[in-house]
């Protein structure tokens, strides 16, 4: 004889384990904290605050369906929304100066959840991951959190001036601090222009690549798609575009169009989206001749839904390991616009500039080894966070391509 077991007594567990409430608290904290910080430059730099709060709205937007798709169990995502209350309650320490360059915050703030959502999410294959991935992962985090909390971690402001030109590494400066790495052509600190060269140039390039992988994948995609006349035109124009020469190019263009970040940043998307487009056109081709492409070519759906659903899924595990080499290149490419001048203007810190300045500071080696090697340091910042990167996309290229330990 069977008995019927009542609703209330099923033993089957109601899962709400996900933390719902936190995450729509956390992405409204920090999307209101975001808009605060824009709003106060509505009087005075207008496109800007538009910009910087409509992009908030999107990323804050993205980050929670992001965060609500990944399944994280209760701590996982404690630790995530964690992270965006301990940068708002750390950055009230230093509002003043968040609210001066609010793209910081912002910046600061996104790539910051990005991170803890990759780690949290891949948990289980960090743990297993070897020496070299778990040094590249760490050194990755140091970095997003200097870039984060530049403006609190930061002794002085990004142009300030603190003491006399060139002052030696450990020097007493006039309010009575010290210069752990001395100072400049200007008597800026060294040290509080590297901390906020690394949010400048990360954030950039970060952005810089996150358009590129935009603009190429979209078009290799349609073009595998669509082929025909569509296919070979866009192919020609980047085979075009891939003939010439990165650099020299970059340098023409803007001669012509006038330096700075942003025309640096879309100059080097443009150039750096025929690779990304000829690795998304490759893997897409292969894509769309699979039968349940046909079949939704058959159920009559429109060509952006197949890109969207049936071909872009199949092909993210090659472009996300792309995407972290492809940022190690537009990085290296942005310090070395930076140091012929072209990239970022003064008093903008950035790695690739502050070699620059300081080169003629390997004459005096022999006579103070310390100031002798100041060029250097920005320059080993550089390389750490390139090998690191590197170490990273090995790791998960090993991964992707299932082979063993």
């Known amino acids: ?3 019927v077991q009542s609703p209330e007594a099923d033993p089957t567990p109601i899962v709400e384990s996900d933390g719902k409430m936190l995450r729509q608290v956390a992405c409204f904290a920090a999307l209101a904290y975001l808009m605060f ?3 106060s430059h509505i009087g005075t730099e207008l496109t800007s605050a538009i910009g910087g709060i409509a992009c908030s709205l999107v990323a804050v937007l993205l980050i929670y369906r992001g965060w609500s798709g990944l399944g994280l169990n209760r701590m996982r995502s404690d630790i995530v929304a964690a992270g965006i209350f301990i940068f708002i309650l750390g950055s009230l320490t230093a509002l003043g100066r968040f609210m001066e360059s609010p793209w910081s915050a912002f ?3 996104v790539g910051l959840e990005i991170f803890l959502l990759a780690v949290t999410a891949g948990w289980k294959e960090v743990r297993k991951a070897p020496p070299t991935a778990l040094f590249g992962v760490g050194i990755i985090f140091i970095y997003i959190m200097a870039s984060c909390l530049a403006s609190i971690i930061a002794p002085y402001g990004e142009a300030s001036v603190v003491g006399q030109t060139y002052m030696p590494w450990g020097s007493e400066l006039k309010d009575g601090g010290i210069a752990l790495l001395g100072t400049d052509q200007l008597g800026r600190d060294t040290l509080s222009r590297l901390i906020y060269g690394a949010r400048n140039t990360v954030g950039v390039a970060l952005a810089t690549t996150a358009l590129t992988f935009f603009v190429g994948t979209f078009l290799g995609l349609m073009a595998a798609s669509l082929q025909g006349i569509v296919d070979q035109g866009l192919s020609r124009v ?3 575009l891939m003939a ?3 650099l020299i190019f970059a340098l023409l263009i803007l001669t012509v169009i006038g330096d700075g970040v942003l ?3 879309l100059v080097i998307a443009m150039l750096e989206s025929t690779r990304v487009f000829r690795l998304a056109r490759a893997v897409a081709l292969n894509i769309v001749v ?7 070519k058959l159920r009559g759906e429109s060509l952006l839904s197949i890109i969207w659903r049936e071909v872009l899924p199949n092909a993210t595990a090659p472009l996300a390991a792309e995407f972290g080499l492809r940022f190690c290149f537009v990085f290296l490419f942005i310090a070395s616009l930076s140091f012929l001048g072209f990239g970022f203007q003064p008093p903008t810190a950035d790695w690739g500039s502050m070699v620059r300045e300081s080169g003629n500071l390997l004459n005096f080696f022999t006579m103070m080894p310390s100031m002798g090697i100041t060029p250097l340091v920005p320059a080993f910042c550089i390389a750490l966070l390139t090998v690191a990167v590197n170490f990273v996309v090995d790791w998960f290229l090993h991964k992707m391509s299932g082979l063993k330990e």
Not at 290 to 296: H, L
């Open 290 to 296: 699979m039968d349940y492409v046909e079949a939704a």
């Open 37 to 39: 910080l824009f709003f």
């Open 107 to 109: 910046f600061g703030l």
């Open 263 to 265: 025309n640096m940043a």
């Open 238 to 240: 980047v085979d075009v």
């Open 1 to 3: 004889m069977s008995t």
């Open 244 to 246: 010439i020469p990165q």
